[in-house]
């Protein structure tokens, strides 16, 4: 698969990444390379990464604790203590080996050491590939509260090898999915029709599904790299998506849902005050809660929790002059931005995908 320019990023792909990568390190006179990564990624991941590596340069490895929940600006400091403390200074490369918390929080603490050190991101989950891999968000929670703190800033480069999806479970694999099935809503039937039937996709329809999913992403963040505009259209079913991962995130009672299992929620949601609001047709939006369910099942959530979700949504980034700001569909394909919805749709919404 070709590589992809964004910004001032470039995008490798499988037998692409490693070739890419060391001519990077031949070019540059980096003084130490720092490895961030997880449990996970240090198992799963690293060993296989620095067999690939041809470089004579200090090599150290920094191990966080994998999940949302370790997405924290403690987590950052505990980071950057480290790096002082192994003397990197401002000619280090830092790699994030992981999924969008590794390479969330490491590009958040690359940009931010000495003001901005170098970076590469070798995203390793589903959802980082087609996801974090583009557009240069870093940063932490606050709190429960999603991506309340961080910065825009590119890495060098983007190493995407489709190997390590062997290393994810179902769950992880359906987490990532749900970002493809919304660029497939927001862009076109063309994209959105390739996941129709979900059960007979195999490994090389993956392959060039995430390739075109990040193409998709990239000619986005190309024309509105700050989000003044047309990027919003990303933050499609994210609105409640995000509000819905906070509330489980912070409720001890319920089971931490992942990113894209509440991002799923959200899009079936957006949908319904979609068809309320901007004329989405009624068919498409139920066609779209009955694929949705019957490959991610049904979240469980009770009449009485929906005020306290609702009011996370006043924490959502698009917001502005206290306006909640939500992405709607007048078609497939055919994305609104900035509008704001009535409390008593959004409820409405909620007992849509209830019933």
């Given at each position: 698969?070709d ?25 540059n ?13 240090h198992?799963?991941c ?12 200090a090599?150290?490895?920094?191990e ?101 999806l ?16 919304k ?11 390739k ?23 990239r ?17 499609f ?77 006043k924490y ?10 939500f ?29």
């Amino acid at each position: 698969m070709d590589s992809i320019t964004a910004n001032d990023s470039v995008i490798h792909f499988n037998d692409n990444c490693y070739p890419s990568l060391n001519k990077h390190l031949k070019e540059n006179n980096f003084s130490k390379i720092f490895i961030l990564v997880d449990e996970n990624t240090h198992q799963h991941c690293l060993p296989f990464f620095l067999e690939k590596l041809e470089t004579h340069v200090a090599i150290e490895i920094i191990e966080i604790e994998s999940g949302e929940i370790n997405k924290t600006i403690d987590t950052c400091v505990g980071v950057w203590n480290t790096l002082s403390e192994l003397d990197a200074d401002r000619k280090s490369l830092m790699i994030n080996i992981g999924g969008g918390v590794i390479t969330d929080l490491g590009g958040f603490v690359a940009c931010t050491f000495k003001r901005g050190i170098a970076y590469i991101n070798v995203p390793t989950t589903l959802l980082s590939m087609v996801d974090a891999s583009v557009g240069g968000k870093t940063g932490v929670d606050l709190g429960h509260l999603k991506n309340q703190i961080g910065v825009i800033s590119n890495p060098n480069l983007v190493l995407i090898d489709t190997q390590f999806l062997d290393t994810l479970d179902t769950n992880q694999m359906r987490s990532g999915l749900a970002e493809m099935l919304k660029h497939g809503l927001i862009t076109g039937e063309g994209y959105w029709n390739k996941f129709q039937n979900l059960s007979k996709l195999n490994l090389d329809d993956l392959d060039e599904l995430i390739h075109e999913s990040v193409i998709i992403k990239r000619n986005v963040v190309e024309e509105d790299p700050f989000e003044n505009g047309l990027r919003k259209t990303l933050n499609f079913g994210h609105t409640l998506g995000h509000a819905i991962e906070s509330y489980f995130l912070s409720n001890e009672n319920k089971t931490t849902l992942l990113h894209g299992e509440a991002i799923i929620v959200g899009m079936i949601l957006a949908c319904y005050i979609s068809t309320e609001l901007t004329g989405f047709p009624e068919q498409t939006t139920k066609d779209i809660k009955k694929l949705f369910m019957s490959y991610y099942g049904k979240v469980t959530i009770d009449k009485s929790e929906y005020a306290t979700i609702i009011n996370l949504l006043k924490y959502d980034k698009k917001n502005n002059h206290g306006n909640i700001n939500f992405v709607l569909l007048e078609s497939i394909g055919n994305p609104e931005i900035d509008c704001i919805v009535d409390e008593k749709i959004i409820i409405d919404a909620f007992d849509f995908y209830n019933n």
